[in-house]
């Protein structure tokens, strides 16, 4: 079983729509989760990270984390042609900064 | 303005050729790491530099060198590329890793294609 799992899409919707993404990890351990986005042929960027359970929003960005389902989850609202990239999730280790990274979600909004 | 510039952007190489990739850094951290990352895969952490300080991975391949000269530069080396080598490599830098918070920059990536 991989530490970190995700579906790898694509997920295709309509631009303004929600787009709902997850992942589900193995590690109890892990206390921080981010999220990263790669445009197509760059390097991933760090979008948003959350500590322990509930919720964080910034700007049309949600992420959500249930520690007890271990099931975190990235939520854009209206969303916008320019959003369309690889959304891939990254769990920092019990020790420092070294990440384990999900396999990504391709994202496609659709004008 | 680029911050982790790689070079270069896409490399051909052949079955058995030694390749070299280049990361440059302007942003002055400390730690600077090397990526592996296959089609739809999660990138995969070959090693990485603190300071001069080299720390591999233990299921990085013997095939996988990395050279850092300066605090600017890190190179990775591949000396003698399969066809399962072929990949982006990812190139990311951070201030320092004691904190889960020092976050990581990537720069753009080399593709490379072993014929």
């Known amino acids: 079983q991989k530490e970190v799992e995700q579906d790898p899409g694509p997920l295709s919707v309509p631009e303004g729509a929600i787009v709902s993404l997850n992942c589900t990890y193995s590690?109890?351990?892990?206390?921080?989760f981010m999220w990263y986005r790669q445009y197509s042929r760059k390097g991933p960027e760090l979008l948003m990270y959350t500590y322990s359970s509930g919720n964080k929003e910034d700007g049309r960005f949600t992420a959500q984390v249930d520690k007890s389902s271990k099931y975190i989850s990235l939520f854009i609202r209206d969303s916008q042609p320019s959003d369309s990239a690889t959304y891939l999730c990254?769990?920092?280790?019990?020790?420092?900064?070294?990440?384990?990274f999900g396999g990504g979600t391709r994202v496609l909004v659709k004008p | 303005d680029a911050m982790v510039i790689q070079n270069p952007r896409y490399q051909v190489t052949q079955f058995g050729k030694p390749v070299t990739l280049s990361c440059s850094q302007t942003l002055n951290h400390n730690v600077m790491y090397w990526y592996q990352q296959k089609s739809s895969q999660a990138p995969k952490l070959l090693f990485h530099?603190?300071?001069?300080?080299?720390?591999n991975e233990a299921d990085t391949p013997d095939n996988f060198q990395s050279r850092r000269p300066n605090t600017s530069f890190c190179f990775l080396d591949i000396r003698s590329p399969g066809l399962g080598d072929a990949a982006m490599y990812l190139c990311?830098?951070?201030?320092?890793?004691?904190?889960?918070?020092?976050?990581?920059?990537f720069g753009p990536g080399t593709r490379l294609l072993v014929l």
């Open positions: 990311a830098t951070s201030r320092g890793m004691t904190s889960v918070l020092e976050t990581q920059y």
């Open positions: 590690n109890s351990a892990f206390q921080y």
């Open positions: 990254a769990l920092p280790g019990a020790a420092g900064n070294k990440l384990t």
């Open positions: 530099y603190y300071d001069k300080d080299f720390n």
